[in-house]
């Protein structure tokens, strides 16, 4: 069982920045692969990113390739999602998730937080 609390959304301008938290409560058992999701209005949710336990391991969706970069720190069972050079596209709501497979999301939800795009 693993909850996971989002923070960091927000509203910011083309070519703006801002970084996601997702902080993991986990009672027992090794770090999960931890990834990022959205969902964008009248769209289905897509995969964003992914990383392993170890934090080397990181792979990403082509539309945010270059741009956004995933990372965790297991000290604190947290993994954050910066994001770069933001775009109207990138406007959705923000998911973390645990135990992700490859691009397919894993059981475990976050509540969502919103990430808002405008010029």
């Known amino acids: 069982q693993v909850q996971l609390v989002e923070s960091g959304g927000g509203s910011v301008q083309i070519g703006g920045s801002l970084r996601l938290s997702c902080a993991a409560i986990?009672?027992?058992?090794?770090?999960?692969?931890m990834g990022w999701f959205r969902q964008a209005p009248g769209k289905e949710r897509e995969f964003v990113a992914r990383i392993g336990w170890s934090g080397i391991s990181t792979y990403y969706s082509q539309s945010v390739k270059g741009r956004f970069t995933i990372s965790r720190d297991n000290a604190k069972n947290t993994a954050y999602l910066q994001m770069n050079d933001l775009k109207p596209d990138d406007t959705a709501v923000y998911y973390c998730?645990?135990?992700?497979?490859?691009?397919?999301?894993?059981?475990?939800w976050g509540q969502g937080t919103q990430v808002t795009v405008s010029s």
């Open positions: 998730n645990a135990n992700v497979r490859e691009t397919e999301p894993g059981p475990y």
């Open positions: 986990q009672r027992t058992g090794p770090p999960p692969i």
